[in-house]
């Protein structure tokens, strides 16, 4: 199993003809997806490597039946838009790699999804992986890379940065561990689904036997994630990788994402390893030590 997608997930691209999404529209077909259409307004008619152009969501559906999820890659102003029209068209897994989006418009699109039964990933992401299944987004690059740095296993990964999200899936695999589902879940100070909310998918999973995570200083997610793990008695064993100590010294500084932004004391590294430690979390000093201290966890666990 998986969760989130699987080889059988049809979905579009909105904004396809971008530079950007003709590359993620290359990557995701090498890797064996089904992109059932593409939306750029004005450009129907056209296609990116066979993948038909439409005006619009709706014609796409009109075109080919219900589909399962999208990719939104267009500029900012106009992510809002994109993602309420798919919403109001069905679909139930969006994926935004878009960054730079004003809050309110990230909070809105969180709100209609949450009312429509539907789920966001991201933005500012790279999208989701299960390996072997297949591939929503530009999570791995290219699929030479990709199929080198992801293995079908049992260890699943949720990560803040995109690129941390594979380098510690190659750190997996090459210490023998597969991965079920990798999940960039994006670096905005509000995104789609936090830890706390992908726990329950990956609980429900029973191909997952664990999950790494990568996290960075400045939210509320590590401790919401600690607290659904108390509360809901998670059968699941937690190796996290906190980067970016040293701002425990720089208060207000940023640190790569723009959710990062460390504004009080609970924000700090310090605070957020103390949290999730107590929750039964193990904190990994570097993200070589993970696969250890996974094999440590799973053992314990047998």
């Not at 992510?79 to 069905?90: C, S, V, Y």
Request: charged share 25%.
């Amino acid at each position: 199993m998986s969760i989130l997608i699987s080889k059988d997930t049809r979905f579009i691209i909105q904004g396809i003809t971008g530079r950007e999404a003709v590359n993620l529209t290359r990557e995701n077909l090498d890797y064996g997806a089904t992109i059932v259409g593409g939306v750029t307004p004005g450009r129907a008619g056209r296609d990116v490597y066979g993948v038909p152009v439409y005006d619009c969501v709706r014609d796409v559906v009109a075109a080919h039946g219900a589909v399962d999820g999208a990719i939104i890659s267009v500029p900012p102003g106009f992510t809002r838009d994109a993602a309420f029209e798919a919403l109001e068209n069905g679909v139930k897994i969006i994926v935004i790699v878009t960054e730079n989006i004003p809050r309110k418009d990230v909070a809105q699109m969180v709100e209609l999804a949450n009312l429509r039964g539907a789920r966001i990933i991201g933005p500012n992401c790279l999208g989701i992986i299960s390996p072997g299944e297949a591939k929503m987004g530009g999570v791995g690059g290219p699929a030479a890379n990709t199929r080198q740095a992801y293995t079908k296993g049992n260890i699943g990964i949720m990560s803040r940065s995109g690129g941390m999200t594979t380098e510690i899936a190659s750190t997996l695999t090459a210490a023998g561990f597969g991965q079920s589902t990798a999940v960039s879940i994006g670096g905005d100070a509000i995104v789609g689904s936090t830890y706390a909310e992908l726990m329950p998918l990956f609980e429900d999973d029973p191909e997952t036997h664990a999950i790494a995570i990568y996290s960075e200083p400045g939210g509320r997610m590590e401790a919401e994630l600690a607290e659904w793990v108390v509360t809901n008695k998670s059968r699941l064993p937690i190796v996290a990788f906190m980067a970016g100590r040293f701002m425990d010294e720089m208060k207000g500084m940023r640190f790569g994402h723009a959710g990062t932004i460390v504004e009080g004391v609970e924000d700090t590294t310090a605070a957020k390893i103390e949290r999730m430690e107590n929750a039964g979390i193990s904190v990994a000093e570097r993200i070589e030590e993970i696969p250890e201290l996974i094999r440590k966890r799973l053992a314990e666990k047998r």
